[in-house]
């Protein structure tokens, strides 16, 4: 009897939808920062909408996935989003955060994300460094280290319990290489139990540096209002929202693919009529 491996059992569930629900221990470092009013508004697709203030999240994390009971897989991972407001057509609002790019190393868990959850993933190098009450982290892509975060680690906050939310799109951009998408383009919700042990206040600075496949210098740093160190447990899964159509999406595909040549839009910031 030949075996062939290409084809699943009947039956069998694919390991790409499995499990519903993924159980990982994390280690975290968190940032949030205000950055230009107007360049977070410019981010956003529709149907999302900013919030009063201009916010980008920032979070740097050792993960250990546990797949099954026998496989574990350890790495380092990089979430970069811009705090919004989803209002469904009942009229109820959801708060979280579009994700404007993930990074992290190996093809299993880009593939994976990009393919179920439509998260933007991108192959790159992360280094996660905690020594003592010091922290470095850092990811890199043709070899640029386009963030760096380095800091120091305060006194404990305790433990937290809560739930945050990321918006992605689920897309298939155009065989025949014409603007927009082939099938529909799906506005997906992504689902984040966390239960930290422990939450610890930190201290530090974020570098950007230019990077032309991964330009978050273009979405600078005004203030940086929180920093803190987090450890425990985080269970991730996600939904569907909604079909939105594919013009809505066109101007952002982009950023989840290397286009270095990409000039971007023009804004006209307000800091900047006030400096002059």
């Known amino acids: 009897m030949a075996q062939l491996r290409y084809v699943r059992k009947p039956g069998t569930v694919m390991q790409a939808a499995a499990p519903a629900n993924l159980n990982n221990t994390v280690r975290s470092v968190r940032a949030v920062y205000e950055t230009e009013p107007e360049i977070a508004a410019a981010l956003l697709p529709k149907p ?29 991972a990089v979430t970069a989003g811009v705090r919004c407001l989803y ?14 790019g993930m990074w992290m190393p190996g093809e299993f868990v880009c593939i994976k994300g990009r393919e179920r959850f439509g998260e933007p993933k991108k192959q790159a190098v992360v280094d996660f460094n905690v020594s003592g009450d010091k922290f470095h982290v850092s990811v ?8 760096e ?9 305790g433990p937290a319990q809560f739930t945050e939310h990321f918006f992605c799109y689920k897309a298939l951009p155009k065989i025949s290489g014409e603007e927009g998408f082939d099938g529909d383009v799906i506005l997906t919700q992504l689902n984040w139990d966390r239960n930290y042990s422990d939450v610890k206040q930190a201290s530090g600075e974020i570098t950007f540096r230019e990077s032309p496949n991964d330009p978050m210098i273009d979405v600078p740093v005004k203030k940086l209002i929180s920093l803190e160190y987090a450890e425990g447990a985080t269970v991730t899964g996600g939904e569907v929202l909604e079909v939105v159509p594919g013009e809505w999406l066109s101007p952002f595909i982009h950023q989840r693919y290397d286009e270095p040549n990409e000039p971007g839009i023009e804004i006209a910031l307000a800091s900047e009529a006030e400096v002059a």
């Open 48 to 76: 999302l909408t900013g919030i009063e203030r201009p916010e980008i999240f920032l979070q740097f994390a050792h993960v250990a996935m546990h797949v099954n009971e026998e496989t574990t897989v350890e790495i380092g």
């Open 140 to 147: 890199e892509r043709h070899g640029i280290k386009f963030i």
């Open 149 to 157: 975060i380095a800091g120091s680690i305060g006194e404990s906050q």
């Open 87 to 100: 209002t469904d057509k009942s009229g109820q609002q959801r708060q979280g955060a579009y994700v404007l």
